[in-house]
């Protein structure tokens, strides 16, 4: 399980920020968030986790639990489409939904068509 | 069998759902088992296949839902969506390729749990008793941590299947045809005839399972048989070698050297008992004049005949010597024959 430090760490990679854009968009300082991210500082207050959390625009839970990990092809697929990354996780959440497929052609190397499956659902992102 | 296991998918699966010695596979396969007979013990009037699947969806609390037409997949979607589940739009474009037969989605609330949408449009519907059954065994396998870990979407064709789908389908064929349900009308069938025959198949699937196919059928007749079974399809196809050439264009330059297709084995299943009496015969293998299967890929008319497996032979070896009966009758393609031993 990743540590806070480390999902803070992935987060902001996955929306290409630096360490001051995530001080603007929370208001935890960058020395504090450095530290975070390096391991140097483990204990972290609730107001400034639910900062971060509305930064990221992510349950706070999901800071604790470890974070998300954002499969490569859909990080891609959603900087193309310029989606948020409260979309980004709930498209994700919505295909885990799918379990299995009995299909007679598809392939278990076939890579998930998020395009396709993003048309569908949109509408049901906002 | 022991290859399945050491797939690492398997081994995960082993692992997510505490399942541990040497044969991993007849491992999850018990646990399975284990599973359906806490839900029997609480449901003592299970007389049929259908109340099977009614105690078992009941107690996964998996919902099934059969599409018939494009019209009940809408009001399904409409359905669902409404209800929280937005997931379920991505349905008509899913469900459009002819190959998809089923999906299995889990509510977002999980106390809503599981809803098995099997589509039945078009030809489809001759899949639909198996893909339930494969549908229920993937909720039998499921496990949180697992799912995260391995979410596959799978194939059952032509590529070497996924691991995670043949073990599916072993699930689904040991409770699509329940043991205590199945073998006393094929047990009644084999008293009645002394021996398996594709009519006795056909006897049996109407008795047990209208729905089943008759291909799911016949594998799950044959594996529970003690007696050993080869089953056999065989049309008209090319070696290996003959391949090659034809790919690589050889022929079109020499056209002496262009092969003819012959009849060839391009299907083989077969029992436990068969392959621990040594019953097989190899695909590509060619299929000699002399046999029964070669007389009804001419005539198209079923026959019965006994014969000697050494009458088989390849570059001048032979089959080993084995008396067997050999069923054949016209397939969709070529001749499918049962030979049995003994």
Redesign the interface.
């Known amino acids: 399980m990743q540590s806070l430090g480390q999902t803070i760490k992935t987060l902001r990679g996955a929306r290409g920020w630096t360490l001051e854009e995530l001080y603007q968009a929370s208001g935890v300082s960058k020395g504090f968030l450095s530290d975070l991210e390096n391991g140097k500082r483990l204990n972290v207050g609730s107001s400034t986790l639910l900062r971060l959390a509305d930064a990221f625009g992510v349950p706070v839970e999901s800071l604790m639990e470890g974070g998300v990990q954002v499969p490569p092809d859909l990080e891609k697929f959603a900087l193309e489409q310029k989606l948020s990354f409260a979309e980004t996780l709930t498209l994700l ?16 190397d ?1 890579p ?1 068509d998020w395009k ?2 993003y ?3 949109k ?2 992102l906002k | 069998m022991s290859d399945l296991g050491t797939e690492p998918k398997i081994i995960a699966m082993a692992n997510a759902l505490r399942v541990s010695g040497p044969d991993l596979v007849a491992g999850i396969r018990k646990f399975c088992q284990g599973k359906v007979r806490r839900i029997l013990s609480r449901h003592s009037r299970v007389s049929n296949i259908g109340d099977l699947q009614a105690v078992v969806c009941e107690a996964l609390s998996l919902r099934v839902r059969e599409v018939w037409s494009d019209e009940q997949l809408t009001q399904l979607v409409q359905e669902y ?1 409404s209800d929280g ?3 379920f ?2 349905l ?3 469900l459009a ?1 002819s ?10 609330d999980k106390e809503k749990g ?1 809803v098995a949408i099997v589509d039945c449009r078009g030809n489809k519907h001759l899949r639909r008793f198996f ?1 339930l059954w ?2 229920i065994a ?1 909720c039998f396998t ?1 496990v949180e941590q697992y ?2 870990a391995l ?7 032509d ?1 070497a299947k ?1 691991s ?2 043949t073990i ?1 389908d072993l699930i689904a064929g040991d409770f699509a045809f329940f043991d205590p349900l199945f073998n006393p009308l094929l047990e009644e069938e084999i008293a009645r005839k002394g021996r398996l025959t594709f009519a006795g198949v056909e006897r049996v699937r109407n008795d047990f399972a209208r729905d089943a196919s008759f291909q799911s059928t016949l594998y799950a007749c044959v594996n529970r048989v003690a007696t050993p079974i080869l089953y056999v399809e065989a049309d008209l196809a090319y070696k290996k070698a003959e391949l090659a050439l034809l790919t690589s264009g050889q022929g079109e330059l020499i056209p002496s050297a262009r092969p003819a297709p012959t009849l060839r084995v391009t299907d083989t299943f077969r029992n436990e008992a068969a392959r621990l009496r040594g019953l097989h015969i190899p695909k590509k293998m060619s299929v000699p004049e002399s046999s029964v299967i070669s007389r009804v890929f001419l005539s198209g008319i079923p026959a019965d005949s006994v014969e000697d497996l050494s009458d088989w032979s390849s570059q001048g070896r032979c089959l080993p010597a084995l008396r067997v009966q050999v069923e054949a009758r016209s397939g969709f393609s070529g001749v499918s024959a049962m030979i049995t031993l003994g």
Do not use: N
Not at chain 1, 94 to 100: F, L, V
């Open positions: 959440k919505m295909s885990r939904q799918i379990h299995a497929h009995r299909d007679r052609a598809r392939f278990d076939d998930f396709q499956f048309e569908a659902v509408s049901f | 969506v589940d937005p997931v739009a991505i008509p474009t899913d390729p190959t998809t037969l089923g999906v299995l989605i889990r509510r977002s599981w893909t494969h549908e993937h499921a799912e995260l979410f596959h979407r799978a194939a059952i064709h590529r996924d995670v789908e599916t």
